[in-house]
């Protein structure tokens, strides 16, 4: 096995960690703000007229869920192209150019994801209404299922046996 495709791979491998942890890691630090001034409130600041509610609420949880479907939607999509692709063209089928394919739309997931988290802490800090809190519940596990693991690289990138074997070496770089 060459030691320069395994550097490769853990070196992306744990960047695309880190950033996964950054990105759940900030809307969490949002969240608690949020959630701990609104307890000391008796009314909400704002969107407490049943009429302004409605203007926010039902277009912030349509782009909460669009976003999450979109996010998981925008990757099998794209990733189904890039092997159609891929089958056409041999220098597509390595797997550094894989696993960066797999870095750049895991990437793109992890942003609307982020975005989709963000939505729903600024809702739940612009209406104080705790439904917001549940939906960044649902939200924080989606987000943890989807987190980068070693079983998740080879089943999206449809590995080997012998391309499995040196995902699993570079990855014990990590530990």
């Known amino acids: 096995m060459e030691q320069g495709k395994e550097t490769f791979i853990a070196q992306r491998f744990q960047r695309l960690s880190n950033l996964f942890y950054l990105m759940v890691g900030l809307p969490l630090l949002c969240f608690g703000w949020v959630y701990l001034n609104l307890q000391g409130l008796s009314t909400p600041a704002l969107f407490d007229h049943p009429v302004y509610a409605w203007f926010w609420h039902v277009p912030a949880v349509l782009l909460i869920v669009g976003l999450t479907a979109g996010a998981y939607i925008l990757y099998r999509g794209r990733l189904k192209n890039y092997f159609s692709a891929a089958g ?32 729903a802490v600024l809702s739940l800090y612009l209406s104080g209404h705790k439904g917001y809190a549940a939906i960044y ?27 499995r074997l040196i995902v699993h070496e570079a990855l014990k770089q990590l530990r």
């Open 137 to 163: 519940g649902i939200l924080l596990l989606i987000f943890s299922v989807s987190r980068p693991t070693a079983r998740g690289l080879n089943r999206d990138l449809k590995l080997n046996k012998e391309e």
């Open 88 to 119: 056409k063209e041999p220098s597509l089928q390595r797997l550094e150019n894989r696993v960066e394919v797999f870095y750049e739309l895991s990437l793109r997931k992890y942003l609307m994801l982020t975005v989709a988290v963000l939505l």
